[in-house]
C-alpha cells in the first residue's frame, strides 16, 4: 500500500472497478426505453471530451466501495463477470440508459465510455501505487488486497 498515493491497495482498486463495471452494466441491461430526458452538463463534457478524471474531486457510492483483504480468486471472479455483463452491455438495446450521481443520464454508448475513463482513472493510480512501492523493481507478482 502507497497511503501517499492512494488510500486504497491494489486490489481495493481493482475490486472498485469491478463493483462499478458490474453495477453500471446491471442497471443499462435492466433498464427500459425511452431515454429519460437529459440536461446539458458542462462537467460531464469536459471529463468526456478529456477522458479523464479529476484526482480527489469524487466520492464512491457506498455500493462500490471495495473491502480489503478481498482474495485473487475473488478478484478474479469479479473480473470475470464484469467481462461478461460488459459483452452483454455491447450487444444491448442503443437506448440502453444510466443514471450517474454526477454525470446526469447517459446512453449505452455514453456508459461503455465512462467505464473506460473510470477505469482509465483508476489504472493510472494503480500504476503510481506500484511505483511508490518499488514494484519495477520488485520480482513479486503478488497483488495485496
Do not use: Y
Not at 431515454?35 to 460531464?44: A, I, K, Q, Y
Request: aromatic letters at 6%.
Amino acid at each position: 500500500m502507497a497511503p501517499e498515493v492512494s488510500g486504497w491497495t491494489v486490489g481495493m482498486h481493482v475490486q472498485h472497478c469491478c463493483l462499478t463495471m458490474i453495477g453500471v452494466c446491471r442497471v443499462l441491461i435492466d433498464s427500459a426505453p425511452p431515454l429519460p430526458d437529459r440536461r446539458f452538463s458542462l462537467l460531464t463534457t469536459l471529463i468526456f471530451l478529456a477522458g479523464r478524471i479529476p484526482r480527489g474531486r469524487a466520492q464512491a457510492p457506498k455500493q462500490v466501495l471495495p473491502v480489503a483483504g478481498v482474495s485473487g480468486d475473488q478478484l478474479v471472479a469479479l473480473l470475470d463477470e464484469s467481462q461478461q455483463l460488459l459483452e452483454s452491455v455491447r450487444a444491448a438495446r442503443a437506448d440502453s440508459w444510466f443514471r450517474h450521481f454526477r454525470f446526469g443520464v447517459l446512453d449505452r454508448d455514453q456508459t461503455l465510455k465512462f467505464i473506460g475513463i473510470h477505469n482509465g482513472h483508476h489504472s493510472r493510480i494503480i500504476l503510481e501505487i506500484l511505483a511508490a512501492e518499488g514494484a519495477g523493481t520488485n520480482s513479486s507478482n503478488e497483488v495485496t488486497g
